[in-house]
């Protein structure tokens, strides 16, 4: 979402649950460090968000078309993240790749970056996962059982973002977007991101079930990975996030993605440019400060993002360290 749709209310409130439900997911990232538990995998979890984060982050860059209908899609990530993260450690590492792109790239507005990470982030990791993909796995990461889980939990998630944004925009009452016919554009376009980033989050959890199982929560938790390369694994993802930021990200769809597509649709025009008040202002001027890379306007964008993703979760790291326990 951009500012334009935001108002200062909306922006406070979701503002305000977003750094609550982070500061949770801090919390319990760190509880389970400190237990002990072996899905957290204590030393291991905090360069494995990183890495993740950058391989997130640059495959959302690639922009897929949905065919007949002039829209294009991109992953969100979060169930590929939960998957391998768990979902609390997945909610910090997808907020983390939002905030990067928000701030360095001018990629969703700054005062709706606490919507955005709602309606991605928690609405994948939180609901999505825990809800759908978790209980139809159940522990049997069949390649039947994967495709399924991973493509029902990407539409969900994709639907309630979309049910989401649509609900933001209309309690901001900023725009003139009309509520139902907006609704009517959202939820279908969705469905089928929802079904693209489900079939590309099953075939990474497929290959990663065959080539390296301990990277996966369900699999660590159970203690069923044996011996494991964590260092072969961490700079084969690292490699793979770099290929797809320098590489594959230029073959990416020019179409507009689900939500402008939906407004231009409803509207019949561009998406409306945000209201002229000192909240909005003040938003707009941070992140033109702060954005270096506006739009990914360099061949570079890709690897320098997830290079930016691996240090913000690396220097979020001290926070998540086991307390020290009295004798």
């Given at each position: 979402?951009?500012?334009?749709?935001?108002?200062?209310?909306?922006?406070?409130?979701?503002?305000?649950?977003?750094?609550?439900?982070?500061?949770?997911?801090?919390?319990?990232?760190?509880?389970?460090?400190?237990?002990?538990?072996?899905?957290?995998?204590?030393?291991?979890?905090?360069?494995?968000?990183?890495?993740?984060?950058?391989?997130?982050?640059?495959?959302?860059?690639?922009?897929?078309?949905?065919?007949g209908t002039g829209s294009s899609?991109?992953?969100?990530?979060?169930?590929?993240?939960?998957?391998?993260?768990?979902?609390?450690?997945?909610?910090?590492?997808?907020?983390?790749?939002?905030?990067?792109?928000?701030?360095?790239?001018?990629?969703?507005?700054?005062?709706?970056?606490?919507?955005?990470?709602?309606?991605?982030?928690?609405?994948?990791?939180?609901?999505?996962?825990?809800?759908?993909?978790?209980?139809?796995?159940?522990?049997?990461?069949?390649?039947?059982?994967?495709?399924?889980?991973s493509l029902l939990a990407s539409?969900?998630?994709?639907?309630?973002?979309?049910?989401?944004?649509?609900?933001?925009?209309?309690?901001?009452?900023?725009?003139?977007?009309?509520?139902?016919?907006?609704?009517?554009?959202?939820?279908?376009?969705?469905?089928?991101?929802?079904?693209?980033?489900?079939?590309?989050?099953?075939?990474?959890?497929?290959?990663?079930?065959?080539?390296?199982?301990?990277?996966?929560?369900?699999?660590?938790?159970?203690?069923?990975?044996?011996?494991?390369?964590?260092?072969?694994?961490?700079?084969?993802?690292?490699?793979?996030?770099?290929?797809?930021?320098?590489?594959?990200?230029?073959?990416?769809?020019?179409?507009?993605?689900?939500?402008?597509?939906?407004?231009?649709?409803?509207?019949?025009?561009?998406?409306?440019?945000?209201?002229?008040?000192?909240?909005?202002?003040?938003?707009?001027?941070?992140?033109?400060?702060?954005?270096?890379?506006?739009?990914?306007?360099?061949?570079?964008?890709?690897?320098?993002?997830?290079?930016?993703?691996?240090l913000a979760v690396f220097g979020?790291?001290?926070?998540?360290?086991?307390?020290?326990?009295?004798?």
């Open positions: 979402m951009s500012d334009a749709l935001v108002s200062p209310p909306v922006f406070a409130v979701a503002g305000a649950v977003s750094l609550a439900l982070l500061g949770t997911a801090i919390f319990k990232v760190k509880q389970k460090r400190n237990e002990d538990d072996p899905s957290a995998q204590n030393e291991r979890i905090v360069p494995l968000m990183g890495v993740m984060g950058a391989f997130v982050f640059a495959a959302q860059m690639i922009n897929f078309s949905i065919p899609g991109h992953i969100v990530g979060g169930i590929l993240l939960s998957a391998v993260l768990g979902p609390w450690a997945a909610l910090i590492t997808l907020a983390s790749v939002l905030v990067i792109q928000c701030l360095v790239f001018a990629d969703g507005g700054f005062m709706a970056l606490g919507c955005n990470i709602l309606n991605m982030a928690v609405c994948s990791c939180l609901l999505a996962y825990p809800l759908i993909f978790r209980p139809l796995v159940r522990g049997n990461l069949s390649t039947g059982r994967i495709f399924a889980a539409v969900v998630g994709l639907e309630l973002g979309a049910l989401a944004v649509t609900a933001e925009t209309e309690l901001s009452g900023i725009t003139a977007l009309p509520t139902g016919k907006f609704l009517m554009f959202m939820l279908p376009i969705h469905l089928l991101i929802g079904i693209g980033e489900g079939l590309a989050t099953a075939a990474v959890l497929c290959a990663v079930r065959k080539y390296k199982p301990e990277l996966l929560v369900d699999i660590r938790r159970t203690g069923g990975t044996g011996k494991t390369s964590w260092g072969k694994a961490l700079a084969g993802l690292s490699l793979a996030a770099l290929l797809l930021g320098g590489s594959f990200s230029w073959i990416a769809s020019s179409d507009p993605d689900g939500l402008e597509w939906s407004i231009a649709r409803t509207t019949g025009a561009d998406e409306p440019e945000a209201a002229d008040d000192p909240l909005h202002r003040t938003a707009a001027s941070i992140q033109r400060t702060t954005a270096l890379m506006p739009d990914y306007d360099t061949s570079l964008a890709g690897i320098v993002g997830s290079g930016a993703i691996l979020l790291s001290s926070l998540f360290g086991p307390s020290r326990r009295q004798p």
